[in-house]
């Protein structure tokens, strides 16, 4: 069955950095674009990135374009988002999603990065 | 940018009663090959959301028939035929037309009378 599991949430201090991970099995990764989803605490869903499959293309929310990044490592089964220049603004429980239909049908249990000092 | 709106934000159903949820969008969400992005997707309390209905009308597989999407163009509607303990939980609609930058509505809130 289909298996998104994130890590490398914490507790960063504003304008530092934190790399999380989304570790994909159960389906050919290297076939769907995937993407990452975060929640504020109490908020509402923000797509943040997405990526597609052989790492071509990608695109970001205005909100962290030119602090983020994301990856992928087909060999790997996995999935990045590089995140520099943290803001309080950036807590949320960060969700990695696999893209189907132009929609989202897998997604993980979601990383919790705290951005304070 | 697109605009989802969702209404109402909360709403109190009482077990075995129809709930309704209309989403809204600031633009057409018709695309050019003529498909309707239109989606959407559960959270239940302390959960991870999970997708319920895609173009606007395709029941995810493990879905519950109770669970029925409408809607054409700009307007949507996300209908529960007969509310069940199981279904409380924040609701979204989420629009895929302009992808990638998909755009979520804020959030229905339902909660059982």
């Known amino acids: 069955q289909v298996q998104l599991v994130e890590s490398g949430g914490g507790l960063v201090k504003p304008g530092g950095s934190l790399r999380l991970s989304c570790a994909a099995s159960g389906f050919t990764f290297r076939d769907y674009y995937m993407s990452w989803i975060r929640q504020a605490p109490g908020k509402g869903l923000e797509w943040v990135a997405y990526?597609?499959?052989?790492?071509?293309?990608?695109d970001y929310a205005d909100s962290v374009k030119g602090r983020f990044t994301i990856s992928r490592d087909d060999a790997q089964n996995s999935l990045y988002l590089q995140m520099n220049s943290l803001r309080a603004e950036d807590t949320a429980l960060y969700y990695c999603?696999?893209?189907?239909?132009?929609?989202?049908?897998?997604w993980g249990q979601g990383a919790l990065v705290t951005v304070s000092s | 940018d697109v605009v989802m709106t969702q209404s109402p934000l909360s709403l109190p159903v009482t077990l075995g009663q129809p709930a309704s949820i209309s989403c809204r969008s600031s633009?057409?969400?018709?695309?050019?090959?003529?498909?309707?992005?239109l989606n959407w997707f559960q959270q239940r309390p302390g959960q991870s959301p999970r997708r319920l209905i895609y173009?606007?009308?395709n029941r995810d597989s493990g879905v519950p028939d109770r669970f029925s999407g409408s809607g054409s163009d700009t307007d949507f509607t996300l209908k529960i035929s007969r509310v069940e303990a199981e279904d409380v939980g924040v609701y979204y609609c989420m629009e895929g037309t302009h992808w990638p930058r998909y755009t979520f509505g804020q959030g229905t809130k339902l909660e059982i009378k």
């Open positions: 633009q057409s969400l018709v695309h050019s090959d003529g498909n309707t992005y």
């Open positions: 173009k606007v009308s």
């Open positions: 999603a696999r893209e189907n239909w132009s929609s989202f049908d897998f």
């Open positions: 990526i597609s499959s052989a790492s071509i293309y990608s």
